[in-house]
Each structure stands twice: as structure tokens, then as C-alpha cells.
């Protein structure tokens, strides 16, 4: 499994934009790149996932450079709501485990 | 999409007694499903993985007696701590393998806090 290193925390004032980014040297072919954010005493919620080059949806992008030993997730403007703590995971879809890494706490401050 | 309960969402026990945990699948069947403890500002830490009609393949560290999993149907899955003690308190979430062709990974249940008296 490939393993994943991540900032233990950041703090960012709200409206601002806001990156985070995993390390993954040892990233497989047929690996994916997923985020989960969590909330406490909550279950972890996805937010995005991505492959290779540029995702973006409606709450997040995803930055992956072309040798994917690394990826970037975007929270554009942030508020207060979106303090919780992001964890980047690798792996392949489906039925695989996954490995939680220590995750970031993002706190949002007014 | 897809959506996974857990049930209880809390429970107190006394120490000795047996828990169970409920995992579901919601609107899909899941063949996989697998189970993550997790400590007051911790990782999750999996725990087991569980395969509809087969034994659970547990981490290194993880009791099988101690965690007993059950994976009886497509659609649920369940998690007891036998013989609960204090250090067994803490914050379980399941989740399960998506549906074929879905973009998650794997979708988490909300989680079971137990606490062991």
C-alpha cells in the first residue's frame, strides 16, 4: 500500500484559498488518488478523487502532477464550516483497503 | 448515492458485556466491507476486512476473538466486541466497497461511539 505524508495541521482565515498537499512516492499504476474529509465524531466524507492532470468539482480541485508522486487539494474560499481534518489516501477502487495517514487539521479562523 | 448506516450510533456498556455493531449498505450491495477503529484525535486505524460469506482477514494487533465480524449478507455487516473493557472505548466506523463503476473508494458509515464503563 502506498503511504502517504501529509502537514499535521493548517490554519487559514476564512474566504481565503486554501492547499493541501500529500506526498506519495510510492504511488502504484493502477492506484487512485482520493480525499476524505472529516468532521468530529462524524464518519469520513468524500471529496474528491482523481487520477493524473487537473479534477475539479463543485467543492474542491485536484492538482496531480504528471509523475503523481504527489497530489494538491484545493478548497477554494473557505469558511468557518470547513474546519475539519483532510486525509489523502491512496489506492485502487473497489473492494481494496485503504490506508488512513495522519490526515491535516484545518482550522478556519474568522 | 451510495449511503452506509451504522447503528447504534452510541452505546454504553458495562465492562464484560458483549456489543454489537450494525454496518448496511443502504441502495447497493457491497461484497467488501471493512471496519476502522479510531482514538480521540487519531487516524483511522482499519481493522478488518470482511467479504460476504467468508472469514474476516484481520490487521496484525487485531484480536479475531475479540472482534468478532460477521459478513452474513451483501448488504450487512456486523462488528462485536466481546467481553468489552475500558480500553475498547472508542469511535468505530465501517465502510463499504462502492458499486461497480462508482467513483468512491469505499463509502464510511457515520460511525459508533462506544463507551465501556
Known amino acids: 500500500l502506498a503511504k502517504t505524508t501529509q502537514p499535521i495541521s493548517m490554519d487559514s482565515y476564512e474566504g481565503q484559498e486554501v492547499n493541501i498537499t500529500c506526498s506519495h512516492n510510492?504511488?502504484?499504476?493502477?492506484?487512485?488518488i482520493t480525499w476524505y474529509q472529516q468532521f468530529p465524531s462524524q464518519g469520513p466524507r468524500f471529496i474528491i478523487q482523481?487520477?493524473?492532470t487537473k479534477v475539479t468539482n463543485e467543492v474542491a480541485s485536484l492538482f496531480i502532477p504528471a509523475d503523481r508522486k504527489s497530489s494538491t487539494l484545493s478548497l477554494p474560499r473557505v469558511s468557518l464550516s470547513d474546519t475539519a481534518v483532510y486525509y489523502c489516501?491512496?489506492?485502487?477502487?473497489?473492494?481494496?483497503?485503504?490506508?488512513f495517514g495522519t490526515g491535516t487539521r484545518l482550522t478556519v479562523i474568522p | 448515492g451510495a449511503v452506509v448506516s451504522q447503528h447504534p450510533s452510541r452505546v454504553i456498556c458495562k465492562s464484560g458485556t458483549s456489543v454489537k455493531i450494525e454496518c448496511r449498505s443502504l441502495d447497493f450491495q457491497a461484497t467488501t466491507m471493512f471496519w476502522y477503529r479510531q482514538f480521540p484525535k487519531k487516524s483511522l486505524m482499519l481493522m478488518a476486512t470482511?467479504?460476504?460469506?467468508?472469514?474476516?482477514?484481520?490487521e496484525q494487533g487485531v484480536e479475531k476473538d475479540k472482534f468478532l465480524i460477521n459478513h452474513a449478507s451483501l448488504t450487512l455487516s456486523t462488528l462485536t466486541v466481546t467481553s468489552a473493557h475500558p480500553e475498547d472505548s472508542s469511535f468505530y466506523i465501517c465502510?463499504?466497497?462502492?458499486?461497480?463503476?462508482?467513483?468512491?473508494?469505499?463509502?464510511f458509515g457515520p460511525g459508533t461511539r462506544l463507551l465501556v464503563l
Open positions: 510510492n504511488i502504484a499504476t493502477n492506484d487512485y
Open positions: 489516501l491512496v489506492g485502487q477502487t473497489g473492494a481494496n483497503n485503504l490506508f
Open positions: 465502510s463499504a466497497s462502492g458499486p461497480s463503476g462508482s467513483r468512491e473508494t469505499q463509502y
Open positions: 482523481g487520477y493524473k
Open positions: 470482511s467479504n460476504e460469506g467468508s472469514k474476516a482477514t484481520y
